[in-house]
């Protein structure tokens, strides 16, 4: 695509006809040297966003995820809850919030709907995590006199962590990617250079520097959390 | 409540649901742009994850598949294409959108026919069906379920994400919101939010209510919250929803 595209148009007499001008490559390090005060602190601000929805995230989900374990009857409402909030469009939930935040509190209003977006993945991971604890392993903390409390801090929570740091990953990586519609509000991060580009005349350089940035920070993150995943579950290592 | 009150007397104006940006006829493009994505991804995907599911190999393929394809704005996509021979529009967001309509559509269709029991496999190898047979008159009519998961996951997915193609001179529903950001009129990204919303909720009720019809009634309660973002699609490292479905099954269907 790329090619027929930025390849001159020649008459069969061989004269150019048309050419692209000026020069729209798709990458070049000269635009990275030029922005790079741009990109870096576009990249900062996706970083922030980022850690800043999926830490709020699990702060709620935890306890949502707690109560739908321990009281079987709620897990459906709060499932169904968060399903909901999840199949809203992010494009939708931003523009639910926006309104009701002042516009200068844009980085507020994209959080918001980040978080809510990052909860079903949460909330239902740590219940399929907790609900897989085998009963034999629960029956036996019991036996070795484990209240509740340090049962669930000891046993249930570890054994369920690997399924626990799984919708993590997925959670940051999702998130990592739906920052960037934080541009309809102004605050989407390495979006914000996306969309840059692309009303600037199909600035390609731009658009794939941004868009390539955004997808490796996402991997970094994965790579990050599965790396800390097998320092916090060591006797699960060796086995996968 | 009077964000929402202008909200409700937008949704009101009969201006609001005539021409080319009116209601009716963004509804109708935004329903058209993902018709086409979600069928350009089923052709991809489909003939692939069957092959794959039938033959056993690809399960780490289609997992990466997924897992990088997690990790792409569909801004990114959207604006690159949009940067391409395709030009700006309808038609680069359907191909951007094809992209991201593949990953439910190939996990749920290779695990479909790969969770087809392999004993009923074996027994029509037994019978003299060709491999082909096989796929096409066996395992495909008993992943039906899980296919049905997939389509729907994937229709869903590209309703909620078929209005950020307002953002690259796209139409669809997502171009209330844009405008409304962009003339800073609350009251319209309210009732653009709500309608974008009403649209993915009432696509995903009906594909919802389709997917039962073609699920068998013991198969229900396992497959069917197998739902966007569900279990197929959700783990990257292990099926643990799998392990657990099955643990339930085997202690309600003895």
């Keep these: 695509m790329a090619l027929s595209y930025g390849a001159p148009i020649v008459h069969a007499s061989g004269r150019v006809i048309a050419a692209d001008e000026p020069a729209n490559p798709w990458f070049t390090w000269q635009y990275v040297r030029d922005n790079s005060g741009d990109l870096k602190s576009a990249l900062i601000t996706h970083v922030e966003l980022t850690v800043e929805s999926v830490l709020i995230a699990l702060v709620i989900a935890f306890p949502l995820a707690l109560i739908a374990y321990r009281y079987r009857r709620l897990a459906g409402p709060i499932l169904g809850v968060t399903g909901v909030l999840y199949t809203i469009p992010s494009l939708a939930l931003f523009a639910f919030i926006a309104p009701f935040s002042a516009f200068g509190l844009r980085k507020r209003t994209v959080i918001v709907g980040l978080v809510l977006y990052a909860l079903l993945i949460l909330v239902r991971n740590m219940l399929v995590g907790l609900q897989g604890v085998p009963e034999d392993v629960r029956e036996s903390a019991r036996g070795m006199g484990y209240g509740p409390g340090r049962m669930l801090w000891k046993v249930e929570l570890p054994v369920a962590l690997p399924t626990i740091m799984a919708g993590v990953r997925v959670a940051t990586v999702s998130t990592v990617a739906l920052v960037t519609v934080g541009v309809v509000v102004g605050e989407g991060g390495l979006g914000q250079l996306i969309l840059r580009g692309f009303n600037n005349n199909f600035y390609r350089a731009e658009i794939v520097t941004a868009s390539v940035l955004t997808v490796a920070l996402g991997l970094a993150f994965d790579l990050l959390l599965s790396m800390a995943t097998r320092l916090m579950t060591p006797w699960s290592r060796g086995r996968a | ?254």
């Design chain 2, 1 to 254: 409540m009077n964000l929402l009150d202008g909200a409700v007397r937008w949704l009101n104006d009969p201006l609001n649901w005539q021409g080319p940006k009116g209601v009716p006829h963004l509804t109708y493009e935004h329903l058209y742009i993902t018709f086409f994505a979600v069928l350009i991804g089923a052709v991809v995907a489909m003939p692939l994850a069957l092959v794959l599911g039938h033959t056993g190999r690809g399960g780490g393929f289609t997992v990466a598949v997924t897992n990088v394809s997690r990790a792409i704005p569909t801004l990114a996509l959207l604006t690159i294409f949009a940067a391409t021979a395709i030009g700006f529009g309808n038609r680069a967001t359907i191909v951007a959108l094809a992209v991201f309509a593949i990953p439910p559509l190939l996990t749920n269709t290779y695990v479909g026919v790969r969770e087809v029991d392999r004993d009923v496999v074996e027994a029509a190898r037994g019978m003299g069906l060709s491999e082909s047979s096989i796929l096409l008159r066996v395992e495909v009519p008993l992943a039906v379920p899980l296919i049905a998961a997939g389509v729907r996951t994937a229709a869903v997915q590209v309703v909620a994400t078929a209005g950020l193609a307002a953002l690259v001179g796209g139409g669809g529903l997502g171009v209330i919101i844009n405008d409304g950001f962009g003339q800073q009129d609350r009251p319209q990204i309210l009732a653009g939010g709500l309608l974008v919303a009403g649209l993915a909720l009432v696509v995903e009720g009906l594909l919802a209510l389709v997917q039962r019809r073609v699920t068998p009634g013991r198969d229900r309660g396992r497959l069917l919250r197998r739902r966007s973002g569900g279990a197929a699609t959700d783990h990257p490292d292990r099926d643990v929803d799998h392990r657990v479905e099955d643990e339930e099954r085997a202690v309600t269907v003895p």
